[in-house]
């Protein structure tokens, strides 16, 4: 059964794969066929949940964030915590550890900033300190499992807590760690998006491109995403919609062996 952490120090598995989910569905979108052939191969996976903190409680909301919560159809006051609820239900069918850092998402962190989705989707805002504070909680992770591979998103599509998270593993990198960046899903259904994004970090040449074959474990993180009910009708419109676009892109990245593939990018 998996744990559910909030402190670095509770951590106890022998962990060789750590992925950082910007988001509480990230990962599973993103990597949920990678993540499930390392647990079923009995290899510990944690999953490091970066922005998980509520509002305060009192906070008077922004426009933009009654807006995403009537998208998500959840209640000001539940938010978090259903959203968390979602979170544990996918990570028990993906099998892999969370570990919560309890920080805020860009729509509560800087609500007069990030106000609207052409902020939200555009340039981190400065005075932003979420890169600093993921680094920052993350050295001491990193510190205790310095042999694992850190999976980090890409920042395709340009979230700006996807780029933050993108920043600090980064330095981390620079800092020694070994350092994977996985395709944002569903963002890099737009192949323009992704070449933008690999044009912004150098162009394609400065990675090496990996695909693993998921065809044994398609299944299971469809499932998983399946628990994130309250994502599913504002990203893709539906389970069965859902379903649909992601056996269509990992049909569409194509592994040497096997239908279904996942792709990361590490810097050469």
Request: one cysteine or more; aromatic letters at 8%; proline letters at 6%.
């Amino acid at each position: 059964m998996p744990f559910h952490y909030t402190r670095i120090e509770q951590l106890s598995a022998p962990y060789r794969y750590i992925y950082l989910s910007p988001h509480l569905d990230d990962a599973a979108l993103s990597c949920g066929g990678a993540i499930a052939q390392h647990t079923t191969a009995g290899t510990p996976v944690l999953v490091v949940n970066i922005c998980t903190a509520p509002p305060s409680p009192g906070a008077l909301l922004s426009p933009f964030v009654s807006l995403m919560h009537r998208r998500w159809n959840l209640p000001a006051d539940e938010a978090m915590a259903r959203r968390l609820r979602e979170d544990a239900e996918a990570l028990e069918i993906l099998r892999a550890d969370g570990l919560q850092l309890d920080l805020l998402d860009a729509i509560y962190r800087m609500p007069e900033v990030y106000a609207n989705d052409d902020t939200l989707f555009g340039k981190v805002a400065e005075g932003d300190q979420l890169a600093a504070d993921v680094q920052s909680r993350l050295e001491p992770l990193i510190n205790r499992y310095p042999d694992a591979v850190i999976y980090a998103p890409l920042g395709v599509g340009r979230h700006v807590d996807h780029l933050a998270t993108f920043a600090a593993a980064q330095a981390l990198s620079r800092s020694g760690a070994s350092v994977a960046f996985y395709e944002d899903f569903p963002y890099v259904r737009l192949e323009s998006a992704r070449d933008q994004r690999l044009a912004e970090l150098g162009g394609p040449d400065r990675f090496l491109p990996l695909v693993t074959s998921i065809d044994a474990t398609l299944t299971r993180k469809i499932g998983a995403i399946e628990a994130y009910t309250s994502q599913l009708d504002v990203l893709f419109g539906g389970a069965a919609a859902m379903a649909r676009a992601v056996r269509d892109y990992a049909a569409r990245v194509s592994p040497d062996a096997g239908a279904y593939g996942e792709r990361i990018w590490m810097f050469r």
